[in-house]
């Protein structure tokens, strides 16, 4: 939808800024959902197992609530539009990471007294990170909607999103060839001053490819 918003309307000033961090945002929630499923996966396995100290999943416990709430919070402050609320997610994400850092020693240290159970707190390692990435994701999300990127998206900032088309580009050419040099040269416009780089969309209408595979 953000993708026809850009090609029919060309929205420009404000508008064009909050289509782009919409994009992001839900590339951020995309990977959320990912994480969860890694997640849920390795709970699968982890029920299976007949481990004596499930009293250590309490942390975790603690960890996965406080990253919940993170991503809640991130998600109204960007409906609201309110820098404050944002700013307080970010803080927040502090907390998370001192949470994830004390619990990654713990159970190193499980792993070192008793390493039989170096199998089982490898998959709880695993459970911890993704925990921990999702936190990060929700200061993405804030990120794009505190007060710090209104400031960065001044009147004389310039935004550029990379499109490109996916079909056929010769028999020797990847398909997202398109895509990949409009990445490539927006790659070196980053970090320019007045210059914000939005993500990549591979967009366009292939009407005389389309009897090609993968043309999209």
């Known amino acids: 939808e953000c993708g026809r918003i850009l090609a029919t309307r060309s929205p420009t000033a404000v508008d064009l800024r909050l289509i782009v961090a919409i994009i992001k945002t839900i590339t951020d929630l995309e990977r959320i959902g990912d994480e969860a499923e890694k997640i849920g996966r390795l709970a699968i396995c982890l029920s299976e197992k007949d481990i004596t100290f499930k009293v250590k999943y309490a942390g975790i416990k603690h960890l996965g609530d406080y990253v919940r709430q993170m991503v809640s919070d991130a998600l109204n402050a960007f409906a609201r539009l309110d820098p404050d609320a944002c700013l307080q997610v970010l803080k927040n994400d502090e907390q998370a990471d001192e949470e994830y850092q004390a619990l990654m020693r713990h159970l190193i240290t ?97 009407k005389w490819f389309l009897p090609f595979a993968g043309t999209i």
């Open 110 to 206: 499980y792993m070192m007294e008793d390493p039989r159970t170096i199998g089982f707190c490898s998959q709880l390692l695993f459970v911890v990170k993704n925990l921990e990435r999702i936190g990060d994701h929700t200061t993405f999300i804030s990120e794009m909607t505190s007060e710090a990127f209104r400031e960065a998206a001044g009147t004389d900032t310039v935004a550029v999103i990379p499109m490109g088309s996916t079909e056929l580009e010769g028999p020797h050419l990847p398909l997202g060839v398109d895509t990949i040099a409009a990445d490539g040269v927006a790659k070196r416009l980053n970090g320019e001053p007045g210059v914000l780089i939005g993500p990549t969309l591979s967009i366009g209408y292939s």
